[in-house]
């Protein structure tokens, strides 16, 4: 790395404050927010193209959320280093940069608390059924039911990292019993809250016995279409699918027959393959379905908590020391 200026591309908006503090990380580095630019492109406004482009071929480090990013950014930058996302996942950059010599990381690590609040929710949800409540408010009805439990039932979760851990602790509070799939090896001590942990080909197993079924682990080719018909009917047909991670790790095809066709119970679905999720969608129309908006990582502070992320890397850059959640580019993640 050079000991001159460091240009960081901001491409999206981070807000003054957050800027004001990446320049303080260090006297070298040189802030250009671009996001005004990016979105006149995506609007079909052209008029400042070769200043954006000539901002991202100068640009050392670029800050901001993938989907935030231009498509061609491969082609338009050439001195590029490091990509800081935003996000967690990097599975939306463009295969070029996977497969090259930049380095990216990520903010993986701050979703575990809004996500796993968001799952939980969606348990209590269809524990207590409270789409019914809803709808009888809306009809001015009153019809009393018995809700189910969380406590005593069981709850399976595909992917233990920070978010998968953090849901595991939820649930273990509600003295549900947890039980997991992991990847690779590793000390059982690792998932305290965890009463059973298996590998990943006995995923078949977790099924037969979960409750809920919960996906929070990231999109990669070995997860992409990791629960289509088979994985669906090996569920319990009073269990529920919840999904917090991306929408390709379901066969969305098989998952609407298997709601249409009760193999299982329900879905809490905060991803879809396509977003915004198109209006003649049918998880629209299934009363068994609850859906969020892919909201369930965000909160209030998320870009104050994105930009402490960013400037701990910035100052392990400029000091060559190793990054926070580097992603490795071949298990892609």
């Known amino acids: 790395m050079s000991q001159g200026i460091i240009r960081i591309v901001l491409t999206s908006p981070v807000g003054e404050q957050n800027v004001q503090r990446i320049k303080a990380v260090s006297e070298r580095i040189h802030v250009d927010q671009v996001s005004p630019l990016i979105v006149a492109e995506k609007k079909g406004n052209f008029v400042n193209k070769e200043k954006l482009t000539l901002l991202l071929q100068e640009a050392e480090v670029i800050y901001g959320w993938i989907h935030q990013f231009p498509k061609d950014l491969p082609e ?17 950059l463009p295969k070029e940069i996977l497969k090259g010599h930049i380095r990216i990381a990520t903010a993986s690590g701050l979703h575990g608390t809004p996500m796993g609040e968001v799952v939980l929710e969606m348990m209590l ?24 439990l969380l406590r005593g039932q069981t709850v399976g979760i595909l992917g233990l990292g920070v978010i998968g851990k953090e849901i595991a602790r939820l649930c273990k509070a509600f003295d549900m019993k947890v039980i997991g799939v992991r990847r690779s090896d590793g000390p059982e001590h690792a998932f305290p809250d965890m009463d059973l942990v298996y590998p990943r080909e006995r995923l078949p ?11 929070a682990l990231p999109l990669t080719k070995e997860t992409k279409g990791l629960i289509g018909e088979k994985e669906l009917r090996g569920m319990k047909s009073s269990a529920y699918l919840i999904n917090v991670a991306r929408g390709a790790i379901v066969d969305e095809g098989a998952l609407l ?6 193999w299982i119970a329900g879905a809490g679905l905060d991803v879809f393959i396509k977003e915004p999720l198109p209006p003649e ?18 909160m209030p502070d998320y870009e104050w ?28 993640y």
């Open 76 to 92: 338009r930058t050439s001195r590029l280093k490091w990509i800081q996302a935003m996000s967690a996942g990097v599975d939306g």
């Open 125 to 148: 949800m269809f524990a207590k059924d409270a789409p019914s409540c809803l709808l009888m408010k809306q009809a001015k009805e009153w019809r009393r039911y018995k809700p189910k």
């Open 205 to 215: 197993e977790l099924l037969a016995e979960s409750d809920f079924v919960v996906l």
């Open 257 to 262: 027959r298997a709601l249409e066709e009760k």
């Open 281 to 298: 969608s049918k998880f629209y129309e299934l009363p068994n379905v609850i859906f969020s908006p892919h909201i369930s990582g965000d």
């Open 305 to 332: 908590r994105a930009t402490d992320v960013f400037c701990e890397n910035l100052r392990r850059y400029l000091a060559g020391e190793p990054f926070q959640h580097e992603v490795d580019k071949e298990k892609g």
